[in-house]
């Protein structure tokens, strides 16, 4: 059974910096693609960046492009998002996600299992 667990959330002053990690156990790691998703309180859930199943090819969401930076680590099963220059309107519950797909992708219906989520907060 394939388990995804995020961490790294937290609380941050807008301009500052969050890394999070998701960790996946239950099938080869590195045959398939990865992306993060977020939702916010009275929102849909929204696509952040997805990663290639190599770390080849990325994509990400234009209010987070030039900020944010997804990665993996394949020998670790993990992957990160690191976040730079906060802002308040990131703030989020974040989800790591992964599919069946060997491509990046940026539709959460090819996502089929998915992380509890992590929060963060961006104070102004």
């Known amino acids: 059974q394939v388990q995804l667990v995020e961490s790294g959330g937290g609380l941050v002053q807008a301009g500052g910096s969050l890394r999070l990690s998701c960790a996946a156990s239950g099938r080869t790691f590195s045959n398939y693609a990865m992306g993060w998703f977020r939702q916010a309180p009275g929102k849909e859930r929204e696509f952040v960046a997805t990663?290639?199943?190599?770390?080849?090819?990325?994509y990400y969401a234009d209010s987070v492009k030039g900020r944010f930076t997804i990665s993996r680590d394949n020998a670790k099963n993990t992957m990160y998002l690191q976040m730079n220059s906060l802002k308040p309107e990131d703030t989020a519950a974040y989800y790591c996600?992964?599919?069946?797909?060997?491509?990046?992708?940026?539709?959460?219906?090819?996502?089929?299992?998915w992380g509890q989520g992590t929060q963060v907060t961006v104070s102004s």
């Open positions: 990663i290639s199943w190599s770390g080849s090819t990325t």
């Open positions: 996600a992964t599919g069946r797909s060997t491509v990046a992708v940026t539709a959460a219906a090819r996502y089929a299992y």
